[in-house]
């Protein structure tokens, strides 16, 4: 008695910690992914809103997991959701072991572990989550029922309605309960109750995809499963779906080989502290597999752009174990907005001009992140259309909502404003800035004491071009119509550098007089001086100097290239820690010619 106190109390404080560490887990690593999952989607108090969710089987569950993951918003929320949807999983899963006779803490926290690495997946939402969760719960209490009558009775009643509620997931506690029968009870009714299960199975979703709901013909069995998951996470859904089935076998089996005693018996406190070890290893290794550093940073970077958080940004770019595009564009988006990206844009890896913005492509994934560039260069058109896009493709998203709303305010379109404003006023978190703004919509008048409308308002565009492309966004003729524009001047001055196009700069240097600039910015020193050294031209703008620092440093880089004696490779090596981050190695050795 004494020994089973011990290996009792052990295992609550080994579940204990577990979660603690769960929750750990998800606010410290995963907070990004939580909140852009709250960014993807909006949350609203309306009817219409929550009937299109019962137009689909597993509609409430995604209601559900909506209403949830709107307090994604704040990481603290969101990783106190995630654990407790974890602790359910724990418990449903202990509770049908349990009823089996059997134990463990290995056996019972498994199934939270591999839930955990799903949800490190920035496109695993909470609504598959709780059909999960719920099939399980549907299964707990039909096992829980001994009486054969009515435990068939709860199963022909409260299927249905299971269906309705967790869609898909419900074929899955369906065969659950097809297999506890089939494993664990007896009776002459067996057979009879296995085939009314199994036509349940089948005749329900056809009836309903047929009758009832607006479902594709086939889907009508898989609904809010998520067989979209790729590598690893697909197997690793896989492995949880089958799991309590698989164990299920596993009982059977022991039972069968020990005839019928308590196998529960058998695990001691030593088998706990066994079970303990494998288990972190286990967690650790399934975790390393499906733990998502890279776009954890990306969102990270995103959300810092999102918060005007210019230092977070750069800080987290410096730490993203890769450099694609969509990091590059954030970079230099924040070099220019702190006031660095004349002197600091060759310091972070750059791939030409095309790392200044992202393609427009068929996809919502590029309209939701390449939008932002649009709005700060003041291009107000292109700001709507990437937004409106946006939403197009994912739905109502409190980003592109608000985007679609100041950019309105900006074109004066009062009325298309308030229309995107009525929806963000249905939102929790949102209503509030809402109602900021719908007091522009009652009193026009005022916008101009809005800093922010007034300055893009200023920068409106009065010449008739081409609008963006994949080519990027069309900085000259922004420049022409409003050359005291410093960023879209500094995006023009940054896109002739990163395209080696010196000519091109140097015919551009005389505006940074017309701008006010005090000095000349260190990388268009390192190009004029480039340039005067192949030239012989004195192309310094009156009123400036190169400062001494940068004649001397051109001298030393000058000195040590041509120690190498034209062996570019080993020039190329040697000098990157001391020349690295200035232009003249960018123009020598980096090839992203256009």
């Known amino acids: 008695m004494y020994m089973s106190r011990i290996s009792n109390n052990f295992r609550w404080i080994i579940t204990d910690v577990f979660f603690v560490i769960y929750f750990l887990y998800f606010i410290v690593f995963n907070r990004y992914h939580l909140i852009y999952l709250e960014q993807i989607q909006l949350f609203r108090f309306n009817c219409n809103y929550f009937s299109d969710f019962l137009l689909r089987p597993g ?28 602790i359910a999983l724990y418990a449903i899963t202990r509770y049908i072991f349990h009823k089996h006779q059997f134990a463990g803490v290995i056996w019972t926290l498994l199934p939270a572990v591999l839930l955990a690495s799903l949800h490190s997946y920035h496109l695993y939402t909470l609504a598959h989550c709780i059909g999960l969760i719920v099939s399980l719960g549907f299964f707990a209490i039909i096992i829980s029922v001994e009486n054969i009558s009515y435990r068939f009775l709860l199963v022909v009643i409260g299927w249905p309605l299971l269906y309705i509620f967790t869609g898909g997931y419900a074929i899955y506690a369906i065969l659950l309960c097809m297999l506890n029968e089939l494993l664990f009870r007896r009776g002459r009714l067996h057979v009879i109750i296995l085939g009314i299960y199994l036509f349940l199975a089948l005749f329900v979703p056809y009836l309903a995809s047929h009758f009832i709901f607006y479902i594709k013909a086939g889907a009508e069995w898989t609904l809010l499963i998520p067989l979209f998951l790729g590598s690893p996470y697909r197997y690793i859904l896989i492995i949880l779906i089958a799991y309590i089935p698989f164990m299920l076998l596993v009982i059977k089996t022991l039972l069968i080989y020990t005839k019928g005693s308590d196998i529960s018996s058998a695990w001691k406190w030593k088998s706990i502290l066994a079970g303990t ?9 399934i975790i390393r597999l499906t733990y998502d550093r890279k776009t954890e940073i990306l969102l990270g970077i995103d959300n810092c752009v999102q918060k005007a958080d210019w230092d977070g940004v750069l800080k987290l770019s410096s730490e993203s174990p890769v450099t694609n595009r969509m990091v590059i564009h954030f970079t230099n988006l924040a070099l220019f907005k702190s006031g660095r990206m004349g002197d600091q844009l060759f310091h972070y890896r750059q791939g030409g001009s095309t790392g200044l913005w992202l393609d ?39 980003r592109s909502l608000k985007r ?85 001047f500094e995006y023009y001055m940054a896109s002739l550098l990163l395209d080696k196009n010196l000519g091109e700069f140097v015919a551009n240097v005389y505006r940074l007089k017309e701008l006010g600039y005090t000095s000349v910015p260190v990388h268009y020193e390192e190009a004029m001086l480039a340039y005067m050294s192949m030239t ?16 001397n440093r051109l001298s030393d880089y000058v000195s040590t290239i041509n120690s190498f004696e034209n062996n570019m490779k080993m020039a190329a090596r040697s000098m990157y820690g001391k020349f690295g981050k200035t232009y003249w190695y960018y123009l020598e050795f980096i090839n992203n010619q256009p």
């Open 59 to 86: 509609g409430l569950s995604e209601f559900i997991g909506a209403f949830l993951t709107q307090f994604y918003l704040f990481p603290f929320a969101g990783a106190s959701i995630i654990t407790l949807a974890g």
């Open 277 to 285: 070890v494998i288990l972190v290893n286990l967690t650790f290794v």
């Open 360 to 398: 427009w492509s068929q996809d919502w994934i590029a309209a939701f992140f390449g939008g932002e560039i649009y709005y700060h260069l003041a291009y107000n058109s292109e700001a709507y259309r990437w937004a409106f896009e946006a939403m197009v493709a994912k739905g109502p998203n409190p």
């Open 404 to 488: 679609l709303v100041i950019t309105s305010l900006i074109d004066n379109n009062i009325a298309l404003a308030k229309k995107y404003l009525e929806v963000l006023d249905q939102s929790l978190f949102y209503r509030k800035w809402a109602q900021h703004y719908l007091t522009f919509v009652n009193h026009p008048e005022s916008l101009r004491e809005d800093k922010e409308i007034s300055e893009k308002r200023y920068f409106e565009i009065h010449s008739d071009f081409i609008s963006s492309d994949n080519f990027g966004v069309k900085l000259p003729q922004l420049l022409a119509d409003h050359p005291d524009n410093r960023m879209v």
């Open 536 to 551: 012989g031209k004195n192309i310094v703008p009156e009123g400036y100097t190169i400062s001494l620092a940068s004649r």
